[in-house]
């Protein structure tokens, strides 16, 4: 049937509190760990990797901020030893300013010599980085072929960390790929130029990676929903700007037509091997010479999964598509996706191909590529690994262009990124797991392929905090590559802190949160949710346990889409009987649901501003029995075995919990004992709560107030409203501070 035979070859920080120019601009997965979402089963994992050091190894255009440009102290210069590090430098020297170290290495087993021989100073020990560019990769220029590491023996004290930071006033870039020299861009030439649209020919470039020895720079893999190991596909930048493999549409998509086979459906038990088989609707395959290493991108199934799938074949006469492997819910009919790492649509500037067998880069250029900076990112290691150090702090950083996390820490306390900048990344940010006390602060976040931060702190079992944190810092432009849950940033565990933040632009969740006893509060949310339908800016869901989490004073504003549809997208949403946790004090202004509960028990939704939503509350019984989802109850269900999984009924949990010490006594999947109270819901439309009616049978439902066509002088920049007019409409109403939320000076 397929007898098209593919052939190969052919942010600064400004006034007390900064505020943001304000413009127009689902469900949880169903298994345990999906995508990295950390059940909080345990308290995180054990890390067995080799602690040998420096093995080696084989809208989002716009810049981020440096961190240079703020004009704040930067830790480490009351320390008693200052060690200093040069591009060009010598690794046998002292490592004084006059004679400083070519590596941070070299710096590192320094202090580790000083603290064997003399001990640790009273007053600690900064390594500085002077200004310039430290590459990591496998080329022969990198002075970094694999992390560095930090162990036991690199801590300092809590009173004095030890600091690795860029020098004052200077630009230290941490790089992880090769720039390429612009004299090594040449006009397309030879076949390849035919098979490129005549209006393109002279506007894209070529450059042979082979005859520079570059490798490492990646391919396209399997990635989406589902997908345990997602490769890093290849990334590039030209001046500090993410460019896109060849797609087309170039800024829509196209649908499926009618489904012959939707595939293996892994999500029940299929086989990722098995693929599809679809007609498509547009003409486009018709272009190409070649669908060797041709992927489309899509919502292939469910409104909350994206995922790719690699072109086997295609039939022109019949405008069929064969599909090489599987999506996680199968393929379904008029679902979007659009075609890329194609040659043929290389039509636009910032779009590029790699061809895999010539090894030769096309680039279109978004400006002259005489003037420009091209780095292509070939390094797939953290640049920073931390595993057991204790007062630790990284500042004044700039980590960049890298295809893998900048800083990764593990079973740490008080290790802290500070005054950094992580950008350009193919995967995630940063990473702390089973640390105390550590985090990021005053941070900016931006351009990477997956996750911003994940953070996991503290212990389910025992309920102890981790006391971890994501202070002050911006975190925008996050899932590049993995468009659905990889938010700005993935929190974990028990009692860790997300506050003071600027969160905006992703294709899905600003936060997603599992575990007990979080406080997110005083952040500023923006324009995320930008492409997945039924997902939530701030989202949590099926489970019981997962209590005492608090979600307040943040400002969330602008977050709807109209490309799915469906449940649409959501301020903060506590999904499938999510229970215990508390909304109080936000505003939410031009949200298409402003909180949506999903049917969960103990919810305290209190005091908050709904401005100008579709829907304010919604809050349904999902669970009880006759409903749709009353297999929730079931013996072997998700919110049964995550009951099962931690001690509930003993006395650190019953002392927390009372409510769940007998829970399963109380009719469980009933949404019992919530209370929704002293909302205000103003501006036009201005949508009354809908809330099932056993919600206000089985708890309380009260002085919550709708105001159509009021606006009481609500300012979108700031979130801030006439709270004494409000209080002529809800006299209990509680002051929310306005001026302390967002970025801090």
């Not at 029940?268 to 498509?280: H, K, T």
């Not at 509960?597 to 005091?607: A, C, F, I, Q, T």
Request: aromatic residues 10%.
């Amino acid at each position: 049937m397929f007898g098209y035979s593919p052939f190969p070859g052919c942010s600064r920080f400004g006034s007390t509190f900064r505020r943001r120019q304000v413009v127009a601009g689902s469900a949880i997965p169903l298994f345990p760990g999906c995508l990295g979402l950390y059940s909080g089963a345990e308290d995180g994992p054990t890390d067995t990797e080799s602690m040998d050091d420096d093995q080696p190894v084989e809208d989002a255009n716009d810049t981020a901020v440096d961190h240079v440009d703020d004009a704040r102290p930067i830790p480490g210069d009351a320390a008693a030893v200052e060690f200093f590090v040069a591009t060009d430098g010598d690794d046998d020297n002292d490592g004084s300013e006059d004679a400083p170290f070519q590596t941070i290495t070299a710096a590192r087993d320094a202090v580790r010599n000083l603290v064997n021989d003399e001990g640790y100073p009273t007053d600690g020990v900064t390594v500085t980085l002077r200004e310039g560019t430290y590459r990591w990769g496998g080329d022969e220029d990198a002075a970094y072929r694999g992390p560095v590491r930090f162990g036991s023996a690199d801590g300092g004290s809590p009173d004095a960390p030890i600091v690795y930071r860029g020098a004052p006033g200077e630009l230290v870039r941490l790089v992880g790929g090769v720039e390429l020299s612009t004299d090594g861009f040449e006009s397309v030439s030879g076949t390849v130029r035919d098979r490129l649209p005549a209006e393109v020919r002279e506007e894209v470039h070529q450059f042979d990676l082979s005859e520079q020895s570059i490798t490492g720079y990646g391919r396209v893999g399997k990635a989406g929903f589902g997908v345990d190991d997602s490769r890093a596909p290849p990334d590039l930048f030209v001046d500090d700007r993410p460019m896109r493999l060849a797609r087309w549409p170039n800024d829509d998509w196209v649908s499926t037509g009618i489904v012959h086979d939707g595939g293996g459906e892994p999500r029940d038990g299929g086989d990722w091997d098995d693929g599809a088989v679809f007609e498509y609707e547009d003409d486009r395959p018709e272009r190409w010479a070649s669908i060797n290493d041709v992927w489309m991108m899509g919502y292939w199934g469910q409104d909350w999964a994206h995922g790719n799938l690699e072109i086997a074949a295609i039939d022109l006469n019949e405008g069929v598509i064969e599909t090489a492997d599987a999506s996680f819910y199968g393929v379904k009919e008029n679902r979007p996706y659009y075609y890329y790492n194609v040659l043929e649509e290389l039509t636009e500037p910032g779009e590029f191909y790699i061809d895999q067998e010539s090894k030769m880069l096309y680039l279109y250029p978004p400006e002259d590529i005489g003037e420009a900076r091209v780095t292509l990112p070939t390094y797939r290691r953290p640049m920073f690994e931390v595993r057991g150090t204790d007062h630790l702090r990284f500042a004044n950083l700039t980590f960049a262009a890298s295809r893998d996390r900048a800083v990764d820490v593990r079973r740490s306390e008080n290790v802290v990124v500070d005054r950094c900048t992580i950008q350009h990344v193919t995967n995630d940010g940063a990473w702390f797991s089973s640390c105390t006390a550590s985090g990021i602060r005053n941070t900016s976040i931006a351009s990477v392929g997956a996750t911003g931060v994940t953070l996991r702190g503290g212990s389910r079992s025992a309920l102890v905090s981790g006391e971890c944190f994501v202070e002050n810092s911006e975190i925008r432009d996050v899932g590049r590559f993995e468009r659905t849950y990889a938010p700005a940033i993935q929190l974990g565990g028990v009692g860790n802190v997300v506050e003071h933040c600027y969160l905006h632009d992703a294709p899905h969740a600003a936060i997603l949160y599992s575990g007990n006893d979080h406080r997110i509060e005083r952040n500023e949310i923006s324009h995320v949710c930008k492409e997945a339908s039924d997902v939530g800016a701030v989202y949590n869901g099926r489970d019981w346990t997962q209590r005492g989490t608090e979600i307040r004073h943040n400002y969330f504003h602008h977050i709807e889409n109209d490309f799915l549809g469906g449940v649409g997208q959501i301020a903060i949403y506590f999904d499938d009987l999510l229970s215990g946790d508390v909304a109080e004090g936000n505003v939410i202004y031009d949200v298409q649901r402003g909180m949506h509960m999903g049917g969960g028990r103990d919810v305290v939704l209190e005091n908050n501003l709904f401005v100008d939503c579709d829907v304010s509350i919604s809050f349904d019984a999902r669970g009880a029995p006759g409903e749709w989802r009353d297999y929730s109850c079931d013996p072997d269900s998700t919110l049964m075995q995550g009951l099962e999984q931690v001690p509930y009924r003993e006395d650190t949990w019953a002392s927390a919990y009372p409510a769940l010490v007998d829970i399963l006594e109380d009719e469980p999947c009933l949404p019992k004992h919530n209370r929704i109270e002293r909302n205000a819901i103003v501006g036009t439309p201005a949508t009354r709560p809908n809330i099932d009616d056993r919600v206000e049978e089985y708890g309380t439902v009260a002085d919550n107030r709708v105001a159509p066509g009021e606006d009481y002088n609500f300012d979108a920049e700031t979130g801030s409203i006439d709270e004494d007019a409000l209080r002529d409409l809800l006299s209990g109403w509680v002051s929310i501070p306005f001026d302390e939320i967002g970025l801090l000076d």
